[in-house]
């Protein structure tokens, strides 16, 4: 069955510090993978997303993600962490044959301390 | 440019009622979806509409639920008799034409949905 796993449903780090959110995902077919970003009270917003070709992308606000077909992993990653960046993170994987709906992963919420 | 909006952004209803959910699509995208966001489920998709093409409805609970799409824009999500257990935000998303494009979906704030 097609799954996406965030394994870290809270992470704590402090400001400054280096990020890293893993996504695991099960698809039978290539995948298209995703980053949403939810700030409290707030929609989605899309970090990044990866189709094909570089496997390294670079979204806003100075996420990047690497795609690793071999662990079957897109782990989301930012040098240093911002207050601001605080938010509920959501992978989501869609494929060519299975509709357009997106699978999202259950979430991994970040706290940021001073 | 305006992004997708939904109302209203917060609805309490008694159980058994019915309710409707709108959502304005950002102008020229034509697919458009419906997504519910729950503490014990996470993200869920609904249905989802393409131009004038059969809605995939697919991830509708019950028949209790269903949705239109008027003239390729704006949609409506129908709960009808609401149970406990429909409370959650209910997430609506839209994308571009393209293939790539549809699966770069743009959401709107959503609405939270409370069924007492």
């Known amino acids: 069955a097609q799954s996406v796993t965030q394994p870290d449903i809270h992470i704590t780090v402090s400001e400054g510090a280096s990020l890293e959110l893993r996504c695991n995902y099960s698809?039978?077919?290539?995948?298209?993978l995703f980053w949403y970003v939810q700030s409290p009270g707030q929609g989605l917003q899309l970090l990044l997303k990866y189709f094909s070709g570089d496997t390294l992308v670079q979204g806003i606000k100075g996420f990047e993600a690497e795609f690793k077909r071999s662990q079957s992993s897109f782990n989301l990653r930012k040098p240093s962490v911002h207050w601001s960046d605080a938010a509920e993170y959501f992978c989501?994987?869609?494929?060519?044959?299975?509709?357009?709906?997106?699978?999202f992963g259950k979430g991994t919420s970040l706290l940021v301390t001073p | 440019g305006a992004g997708v909006s939904q109302s209203p952004s917060n609805k309490v209803t008694e159980k058994g009622k019915d309710v409707e959910l709108r959502c304005d699509p950002i102008?020229?995208?034509?697919?458009l979806y419906w997504y519910r966001q729950s503490l014990g489920q996470g993200l869920e998709f609904l249905i989802y509409f393409q131009g004038n093409s059969a809605p995939d409805k697919s991830g509708l609970p019950s028949d209790r639920f269903s949705a239109e799409r008027t003239g390729g824009s704006v949609s409506t999500l129908t709960i009808q008799r609401t149970q406990q257990e429909d409370s959650a935000v209910y997430l609506c998303a839209s994308s571009s034409p393209g293939l790539a494009g549809r699966y770069e979906q743009y959401f709107g704030p959503g609405t939270r949905l409370t069924v007492t």
């Open positions: 989501a994987v869609g494929a060519a044959n299975s509709g357009y709906a997106l699978n």
């Open positions: 698809y039978g077919a290539t995948p298209y």
């Open positions: 102008s020229g995208h034509t697919a």
